[in-house]
C-alpha cells in the first residue's frame, strides 16, 4: 500500500499512533538540536524521511494529526536568554522535493491551482540562518531569528555588525513598516579562516598554561578545545555567532566573539509585512530591496516555462561548489505577489514556493573498522569506522550500518575503500566498497555472539527480528549509561550536566571498581562523598580505543568531579617556611575537592525532582512513551500513582495513547527492579504527581461546568499553557481532545490556529477566543451567551 509517494505498510490504528509518537519524539529532537544546540543529531536525508514518513502516516489516520505535529509546525528552538520577538507576519517554513519528477508535477499542480500562466523565479537555498528585519519608516527596529514562526530571538544588537545589514534603509519614501527575510550565512572561504583562527587560539591557551608552574598539557588541551572547538559547518557556526552574547565574554573569547560575527554575511530574499508593495513580483521586489541597499543574491533567474526551471536546477547541481556558500537545493518561487494571496499556504509552508533538494554528494575514505555498540534499549549496532574525511562541512569518523544484514547486504569488508553519501551535516551513510581497489587484506566482519559491555548473549527479542540484543536491560553497562544519558536528555528531564561523559562516569568508571549507578535507581540519591572520587579513562575521539600516555604506558585518565589541590603534609600547615625547608617538606599531599560540575550536577538532579511529570514518564525509559503520549498520560490521570492503578482499557483510551502504548505501560510495571527505581525516585523526594491536578474523571464525577462536554484547544491561548489548557477542562469536567470531528462542542483558538481551526469552521463547531475559554471553564457554557 502507498500514500502518495511514500511505501506506507498496513498499520492498525495503535500501531500508526505508535510509531507516530515515535517519529514526533524523534524529530523534535533534532529539532532542538538543530535550532537551539546548533547541532546535527541527524543528517538531513534522515529526517527528511521522518518527516515523509509522519506525513503518510497522518494523511491515512488524520485523527492523529495534532496541532502540535511537527508536520504542522515550524522548527524552533526551545527558549534561550535572548528576548522574545513577535514576528510581524509568520516566517513559514518551505516543503520539499527530493526528484525531477515531483518538481515538475509540483509545477504543474501550481500553475493549475492559479488558472493562468505562471512565471517562476528560482534561486539558490543558501544552508545558514533566516532571520527576520524589520524597518519602520527606513530604520532598523527589531533583527530576529525564525524561531517557532512567530516568535524568535531578538538579535539585533550582532544583526548590526554585521556586513549588509544597514541600520538605516537607503532611498526615501520607505513604507512605516516592512518586514524583510533573509538568510545569515558565513561563506566557505571565511569558514575556513575562522575556523584557523580556532586553531591558533587553542595553541595559544596551551602556550599560555605552559609558562604556569604545574602545566599539564593533557589538562590543558581539553580546556582548549573546550573554549575553542573546531565548527562543524558553515550553518552552525553561523547561528551559534548571530545569538552569542558579546556583553558576557572577555579575552580571547571575545576576540573568537568578533570574529565570528564579521565572518557573516546576508542575502535577502523576500518579504514577510508589507502592507501595500509598489511592485508587482518577487523579482521586482529584489530590486527595490537592492535600491535600499540590502544585499539580495547574485544567483537568481526568472523563467517563464518549467524548462527554464529545470535547467537552473541541472546548472547549480553541476556547479554547486563554484558558489561561495553551502547550499543544500534551489527554491523555487511563483514569481507574481498576487498569487501568492491566491494560493495561500498551508499551516507551516507556503503554496507558491517548493525546496528542491540536490541528491547526496559522495566521498570516498577508507573502512579501518567495523565495531558494535549497544545502545541504552539493549540494540547491538555495527558501526564502521573510517578515516577521518570531511563530509559537508564536517569532519566524519563514523557511520552506522544497523544491523549484520546491512553489512552483508552493502558488501563492505574491514580494510576497503569505501564510498560514503554526504547526507547532511554529520555522519553520512555508508553505500559500499570500491571493490577494483581491494589487495586481499580486507576481512569480513563476523558479528559478535556476546554482548561487548557485559558478555551476555546477543539474541533477537521477538520472532523475525533482525536486530540483535542484549536482553540483560538490568545490569549491561551500555544500556545503563544509555539510559542515565536519556534522562538527562532535553526531552526529559533536561539537566544539562548529565550528558553522555557525566553518564560514563557514573556507570563505568575506571575507579571506583564499584560504580555509583548500578542502575537509574540511584540517581537521585547521588552524593558528592561519591562523586568526588570518580575517574574515568579517556578514549581516542577517532577509534574509541583507550587512550594511552606514551611516556608512562599508562591509560589516560581524568576526573570530572574533581579540583585537586596541593597543601603541605597533615600537621605542616602552619609550620614557618624555615622549618618546612629545614625538614625538607614541600607541598606534596592532595587534597581532594568537589570540582563545579559535580556541584552543578547535584544542583540540577535537585530541581530535577520536582520538573513536569510528563518529563519524569519520559525519563523513565518506559517503550513507547515518549514526550507525546507522556504529556497526554500527565494531562489525564495527574500522577503516577493513578497511572499505576489504571487498567488496560482506562489507558488505553486516553486521547494519544492507545493499546501498544497501554501494554508497554503494563509490560513496564511487571518488572520488578523499574519498580525499584519509583520507589527509591519517590523516596529521594521525587515528585510523580501534577499539583492541583484533580485526577482520572474526578472532575467529571464531581459534575463539573463542561461536564459532557467536549472541548479542543488549539493555538496560543493568553493565560494558558498548551497543558495548562487541557487540565483546566479536565477539571472542569469535559473532555481535553486533540482533534476537532462532528462531536466537538467547542473550539478554543487562538493565534497560531491551524488546520483544527480550519476544520471546525468547515464542520460548524463553535469557535472561541481565549478570553470565552476562560469563562467556558470556569462557568460554564451559559456564560457565553449564544
Same mark, same amino acid.
Given at each position: ?112 491551482? #492559479? ?38 530571538e531578538d538579535v539585533r544588537v550582532n544583526a548590526l555588525q554585521v556586513a549588509g545589514i544597514p541600520e538605516r534603509l537607503s532611498g526615501t519614501g520607505h513604507p512605516p513598516l516592512v518586514e524583510v527575510r533573509g538568510e545569515v550565512f558565513i561563506p566557505v572561504a571565511a569558514f575556513e579562516e575562522l575556523n584557523a583562527l580556532q586553531a591558533r587560539l587553542r595553541e595559544r591557551v596551551v602556550s599560555e598554561a605552559a609558562a604556569r608552574p ?34 558576557k565574554k572577555d579575552g580571547l573569547e571575545l576576540e573568537a566573539g568578533i570574529a565570528r560575527i564579521e565572518s557573516l554575511r546576508l542575502y535577502v530574499h523576500g518579504i514577510g509585512a508589507w502592507p501595500d508593495p509598489p511592485v508587482a513580483s518577487q523579482s521586482e521586489v529584489y530590486g527595490l530591496l537592492a535600491e535600499w541597499g540590502l544585499p539580495t543574491s547574485p544567483y537568481l533567474r526568472t523563467s517563464d516555462d518549467v524548462d527554464g ?388 474523571? #474526578? #472532575? ?36 481535553? #481532545? ?49
Amino acid at each position: 500500500m502507498t500514500d502518495g509517494d511514500f511505501e506506507l505498510p498496513d498499520l492498525t490504528l495503535d500501531e500508526a499512533r505508535a510509531e507516530a509518537a515515535t517519529l514526533t519524539e524523534q524529530i523534535l529532537r533534532a529539532r532542538d538540536a538543530y535550532y537551539g544546540e546548533d547541532a546535527a543529531l541527524v543528517d538531513d536525508a534522515t529526517y527528511d524521511g521522518w518527516l515523509q514518513r509522519l506525513e503518510a502516516i497522518e494523511r491515512r489516520h488524520p485523527e492523529l494529526q495534532g496541532q502540535d505535529s511537527p508536520t504542522q509546525t515550524v522548527g524552533a528552538a526551545d527558549a534561550t536568554m535572548l528576548a522574545p520577538v513577535q514576528h510581524a507576519e509568520r516566517m513559514l517554513s518551505l516543503d520539499n522535493v527530493f526528484s525531477l519528477e515531483e518538481l515538475a508535477e509540483w509545477c504543474a499542480k501550481t500553475q493549475a491551482s #492559479a488558472g493562468r500562466a505562471v512565471r517562476w523565479l528560482t534561486e539558490l537555498k543558501i544552508d545558514g540562518l533566516a532571520i527576520a528585519l524589520r524597518y519602520e519608516h527606513g530604520v532598523l527596529t527589531s533583527a530576529a531569528t525564525r524561531g517557532d514562526g512567530r516568535v524568535g530571538e531578538d538579535v539585533r544588537v550582532n544583526a548590526l555588525q554585521v556586513a549588509g545589514i544597514p541600520e538605516r534603509l537607503s532611498g526615501t519614501g520607505h513604507p512605516p513598516l516592512v518586514e524583510v527575510r533573509g538568510e545569515v550565512f558565513i561563506p566557505v572561504a571565511a569558514f575556513e579562516e575562522l575556523n584557523a583562527l580556532q586553531a591558533r587560539l587553542r595553541e595559544r591557551v596551551v602556550s599560555e598554561a605552559a609558562a604556569r608552574p604545574g602545566f599539564d598539557e593533557e589538562k590543558a588541551r581539553r580546556s582548549a578545545d573546550r573554549r575553542f572547538p573546531a565548527f562543524a559547518n558553515p550553518r552552525n557556526a553561523a547561528s551559534g555567532g548571530l545569538r552569542q552574547q558579546l556583553d558576557k565574554k572577555d579575552g580571547l573569547e571575545l576576540e573568537a566573539g568578533i570574529a565570528r560575527i564579521e565572518s557573516l554575511r546576508l542575502y535577502v530574499h523576500g518579504i514577510g509585512a508589507w502592507p501595500d508593495p509598489p511592485v508587482a513580483s518577487q523579482s521586482e521586489v529584489y530590486g527595490l530591496l537592492a535600491e535600499w541597499g540590502l544585499p539580495t543574491s547574485p544567483y537568481l533567474r526568472t523563467s517563464d516555462d518549467v524548462d527554464g526551471v529545470l535547467d537552473f536546477v541541472a546548472h547549480y547541481g553541476e556547479h554547486r561548489h563554484s558558489v561561495e556558500h553551502e547550499l543544500d537545493g534551489i527554491v523555487i518561487k511563483v514569481d507574481e505577489l498576487a498569487l501568492h494571496d491566491e494560493l495561500g499556504a498551508t499551516s507551516r509552508a507556503p503554496r507558491w514556493a517548493i525546496a528542491y533538494k540536490y541528491p547526496p554528494e559522495q566521498v570516498n575514505t577508507e573502512l579501518l573498522d567495523i565495531v558494535v555498540s549497544v545502545g541504552r534499549t539493549g540494540r547491538a549496532t555495527p558501526y564502521a569506522v573510517m578515516k577521518p574525511v570531511l563530509v559537508a562541512g564536517s569532519v566524519v569518523r563514523q557511520a552506522t550500518l544497523h544491523n549484520q544484514d546491512v553489512v552483508k547486504a552493502k558488501g563492505v569488508l574491514i580494510g576497503d575503500t569505501v564510498v560514503l553519501r554526504k547526507a547532511g551535516d554529520v555522519i553520512p551513510e555508508v553505500l559500499g566498497p570500491v571493490a577494483e581497489l581491494r589487495d586481499g587484506s580486507e576481512r569480513a566482519f563476523v558479528m559478535p555472539e556476546t554482548c561487548p559491555e557485559c558478555g551476555t548473549p546477543l539474541r533477537p527479542m521477538k520472532e523475525g527480528d533482525i536486530d540483535l540484543r542484549c536482553p540483560n536491560a538490568k545490569d549491561c553497562p551500555a544500556q545503563v549509561r544509555g539510559r542515565v544519558e536519556h534522562i538527562g536528555s532535553r526531552g526529559a528531564l533536561d539537566i544539562e550536566a548529565l550528558g553522555e561523559v557525566t553518564a560514563a562516569a557514573l556507570t563505568q568508571p575506571s575507579v571506583p571498581a564499584e560504580p555509583p549507578l548500578r542502575t537509574e535507581a540511584g540517581l537521585f540519591e547521588l552524593t558528592m562523598e561519591q562523586l568526588v572520587p570518580i575517574e574515568v579513562i579517556v578514549r581516542d575521539a577517532e577509534t574509541g580505543e583507550k587512550r594511552v600516555d606514551e611516556a608512562t604506558g599508562e591509560f589516560v585518565r581524568r576526573a570530572p568531579f574533581q579540583r585537586r589541590e596541593l597543601t603541605y603534609p597533615p600537621g605542616w600547615e602552619d609550620a614557618t617556611p624555615s622549618e618546612r625547608r629545614a625538614a625538607g617538606v614541600r607541598k606534596d599531599h592532595v587534597v581532594l575537592h568537589p570540582s563545579a560540575q559535580a556541584e552543578k550536577l547535584l544542583e540540577e538532579l535537585e530541581k530535577a525532582k520536582t520538573k513536569e511529570l510528563w518529563r519524569l514518564l519520559v525519563a523513565l525509559n518506559i517503550r513507547h512513551v515518549g514526550p507525546v503520549a507522556a504529556r497526554a498520560l500527565a494531562g489525564w490521570f495527574g500522577s503516577l500513582d493513578a497511572i499505576r492503578a489504571a487498567s488496560r482499557d482506562e489507558l488505553a483510551a486516553v486521547d494519544g495513547v492507545g493499546g501498544i502504548i497501554a501494554d508497554s505501560l503494563l509490560d513496564w510495571f511487571d518488572v520488578d527492579w523499574h519498580r525499584e527505581i519509583v520507589d527509591r525516585w519517590t523516596a529521594a523526594g521525587v515528585r510523580f504527581h501534577t499539583p492541583g491536578h484533580p485526577g482520572p474523571g #474526578a #472532575a467529571e464525577a464531581e459534575g463539573g461546568v463542561l461536564s459532557g462536554l467536549t472541548v479542543v484547544a488549539t493555538g496560543s491561548l493568553e493565560g494558558y499553557t498548551r497543558e495548562g489548557a487541557q487540565e483546566a477542562i479536565m477539571r472542569a469536567g469535559g473532555k481535553a #481532545a486533540s482533534s476537532v470531528s462532528k462531536k466537538t462542542d467547542f473550539v478554543a483558538a487562538g493565534p497560531g490556529a491551524g488546520s483544527k481551526l480550519a476544520k471546525a469552521e468547515a464542520l460548524g463547531v463553535r469557535i472561541i477566543d481565549a478570553a470565552q475559554f476562560h469563562l467556558l471553564v470556569t462557568e460554564g457554557p451559559a456564560a457565553l451567551g449564544e
